[in-house]
């Protein structure tokens, strides 16, 4: 599976963006996908998440102002981003999970198999 992000760039605090993460393979509409960012000196932390059914779940700190969505039919999943603020300026990061770490809960970064190369978004105060 091959993940490629795009969409990030440079907005105004209060500004919007959407994310893309275009998956390769047969399977995409079984795969649960994952959004994740990563700050400077910062750990990667789970942004939101879709299941193959669609249900989302998001990380208290985007919650209202993110949304997830998928596209099964593209092989897409994407992030709409709104209200942003400074601290939400990260490098964001596209994950797949294919189901060989069922145990692990969403929010971690090992439950996901494969991830995308990153795109960054900044947001200026």
């Known amino acids: 599976v091959q993940l490629q992000a795009s969409g990030g760039g440079l907005v105004q605090a209060g500004g919007s963006l959407r994310l893309s993460c275009a998956a390769s393979g047969r399977s995409f509409g079984t795969y649960n996908m994952g959004w994740f960012r990563q700050a400077p000196g910062k750990e990667r932390e789970f942004v939101s998440s879709i299941d193959r059914s669609g249900t989302t779940y998001y990380a208290d700190s985007v919650k209202g102002r993110f949304t997830a969505s998928r596209d099964n039919s593209k092989n897409t999943v994407y992030l709409q981003m709104d209200s942003l603020k400074f601290e939400d300026t990260a490098v964001y990061y596209c994950?797949?999970?294919?189901?060989?770490?069922?145990?692990?809960?969403?929010?971690?970064?090992?439950?996901?198999?494969?991830w995308g190369q990153g795109t960054l978004v900044t947001v200026s105060s």
């Open positions: 994950a797949a999970d294919v189901g060989r770490n069922p145990y692990l809960y969403r929010t971690t970064v090992s439950r996901y198999d494969y």
